[in-house]
């Protein structure tokens, strides 16, 4: 599995270069968080969660000991990078909702059904961005709102998503949205809308431990 720093269609998409305008949130100003969007808490037992959520998938996936943990090995920024995109949804959400772009539930399940013809099926659907964007079956559905947003606030401000245009508009969904991020998992650029490593020496994420990803300090 390749290392995601974007959220899955999100990839490909070209980021111009800027001098980093970072923020960070300490434990002691927010005990408990992984980060704070827009005043509200993103909690350290939510992230593990949600990466507890991917692990098992990929064990129900990779039933041999052994495939398994080098899928473990192989996604070591697990943590960080579902971060990233737990903040990523709530910044592009915002972006949408400043652009007055929505998405129905219908639209959801239209590209979902799309998306089931291309892998073979909802399983395959579900195996293809477990593997390729770490995104746990239950997600889905998230994930594929995020890309419709993504797409319609493009379209909106007549650009794709690899466009500094694009970009423009969520560094200042970023920047509104005061995304303050624990030191323990880096740092946000609000330019690039984008989680950055802090390069601290005492984090370290524990992905021998068969349940998942534990980030310990």
């Avoid at 920047?175 to 490593?197: A, C, F, I, M, T």
């Amino acid at each position: 599995m390749h290392r995601r720093r974007r959220t899955a269609l999100l990839l490909t998409a070209a980021i111009a270069a800027a001098a980093p305008l970072l923020t960070a949130c300490s434990d002691e100003a927010h005990p408990g968080a992984a980060a704070v969007v827009g005043g509200q808490r993103i909690t350290v037992a939510q992230l593990e969660s949600r990466v507890e959520e991917v692990r098992q998938a990929q064990r129900a996936a990779v039933p041999d000991e052994t495939q398994y943990h080098q899928v473990v090995a192989s996604t070591g920024s697990l943590t960080r990078d579902t971060l990233h995109n737990m903040v990523l949804d709530r910044v592009l959400h915002r972006a949408a909702q400043d652009a007055g772009v929505t998405v129905t539930p219908k639209e959801i399940q239209q590209m979902r059904a799309g998306l089931e013809r291309q892998t073979g099926g909802a399983k395959g659907l579900e195996t293809a961005w477990l593997q390729k964007y770490g995104i746990a079956p239950e997600r889905l559905d998230d994930n594929l709102r995020l890309q419709l947003e993504a797409q319609k606030l493009a379209a909106e401000l007549g650009t794709d998503t690899s466009r500094p245009a694009f970009w423009k508009a969520l560094s200042k969904a970023s920047g509104e949205l005061h995304v303050d991020l624990n030191p323990r998992y880096g740092s946000w650029d609000v330019r690039k809308s984008s989680r950055v490593d802090a390069g601290t020496p005492w984090l370290r994420e524990d992905t021998t431990a068969a349940g998942g990803a534990a980030v310990t300090g």
